[in-house]
């Protein structure tokens, strides 16, 4: 920490470097529940914020006052500087783009919601053939199909966290899976599932909460409890909502699914301050958006049909979706997901 090498305080305080891509457990349940750097160890007690340090730490130790002076020419301060290669390097994998997108704000918070501070290549799908990646090693997994919209909640919820690097990818090939992953992972052999802390959990609405409630990043759900009541009676919904569309494939669709398409749009109406369902995005919209996605390519296609036709708050919440980075580079390809919908649904 640069303030404490210019006061001269080497032989008083200690460094201790953290590896933030792979932190040690015991840094957040020991030591600073925050989980992040820096935190001063002092007297009994473990306090955070840089700026706060900085000023603690010319406040509370002996040396030199720390003023204005030119950075540049102190030893103190050269002896801290980063390795410029490396930092740029650094810098281009992760902080290739963020979202300034106007709705990633929570309940007026100032922090950022980077829904994608990643631009990431996507890996390559495991099948029957594939090896098993190195199972519990303290590594945090999320298991999922590119094509599947269940699982799609989950890798959403994750890069709106902004955790690519915290949480690793798994694609999974589901026409032809691995035998270790039922073996081994997750014995109901279905995704998404979380590999966390030596456990796995599923369920795609209970991962997305989870992932919400036990990793860093900003909040995807609202403090406010009417929105937090709102948005659960919506969740609790999805599963109805996908049911009946799905279940009208083969009939009078267009007429069959305009309820259910008419009940978002008035849900839409619920709240004021931002185009989404509790005015900023949120879990609630992530657990409808990918099967949204889907319904937006096979309505136009197979039943020649748009479902925001007389729905202009729908509309405006697909829209609005579609420019938020974390969501966007979880879409599924339109014509693969379109041939795979003739196959299965046979509605030509």
């Known amino acids: 920490m640069y303030v404490a090498a210019t006061t001269g305080l080497q032989d008083q305080i200690q460094l201790v470097p953290i590896d933030l891509k792979n932190r040690p457990s015991w840094y957040k349940e020991k030591v600073y529940p925050k989980n992040k750097v820096p935190s001063l160890e002092h007297n009994g007690k473990v306090l ?11 406040a509370n130790f002996e040396g030199t006052p720390l003023f204005p002076s030119e950075a540049n020419k102190i030893d103190g301060y050269k002896q801290t500087k980063v390795d410029r290669n490396e930092y740029l390097e650094a810098f281009k994998k992760k902080f290739l783009f963020i979202c300034v997108h106007p709705h990633c704000r929570l309940n007026g918070e100032h922090e950022m919601l980077l829904c994608s501070s990643v631009q990431e290549i996507r890996p390559p799908t495991l099948n029957a053939t594939s090896e098993p990646p190195p199972l519990f090693d303290g590594t945090t997994r999320l298991y999922i199909c590119y094509m599947c919209p269940y699982a799609q909640r989950a890798w959403i919820a994750r890069n709106c966290k902004g955790l690519q690097d915290q949480i690793q990818l798994v694609p999974i090939d589901l026409k ?13 052999n279905k995704v998404p599932s979380l590999e966390h802390n030596g ?13 919400d409630a036990n990793f860093e990043g900003t909040p995807l759900f609202p403090s406010d409890p009417a929105k937090r009541e709102y948005g659960e009676q919506l969740i609790s919904y999805v599963d109805t909502f996908t049911n009946g569309i799905y ?3 083969k009939g009078d669709t267009v007429q069959e699914t305009s ?3 008419d009940y978002l749009e008035s849900a839409l109406s619920k709240f004021d ?12 919209d992530i657990a409808y958006v990918s099967f949204l996605e889907r319904f937006q390519i096979i309505f136009p296609e197979i039943f020649k049909h748009d479902i925001t036709a007389g729905r202009p708050k729908l509309a405006t919440w697909i829209e609005e979706a579609n420019k938020i ?14 041939e ?9």
Do not use: C, M
């Open 176 to 188: 032809n899976r691995p035998s270790w992953y039922k073996e081994k992972v997750y014995p109901k």
């Open 48 to 58: 955070g914020e840089s700026l706060d340090l900085i000023r603690y730490i010319d």
């Open 325 to 338: 980075d974390g969501y966007k580079q979880t879409k599924v390809d339109r014509n693969e997901y379109l």
């Open 247 to 249: 279940s009208s494939l």
């Open 340 to 348: 795979a919908f003739k196959k299965k649904f046979l509605v030509l």
């Open 273 to 284: 301050d931002g185009p989404f369902f509790l005015g900023q995005f949120s879990l609630a």
């Open 259 to 261: 309820a259910a398409f």
């Open 199 to 211: 456990k796995v959990l599923g369920e795609s609405l209970d991962l997305i909460r989870y992932i």
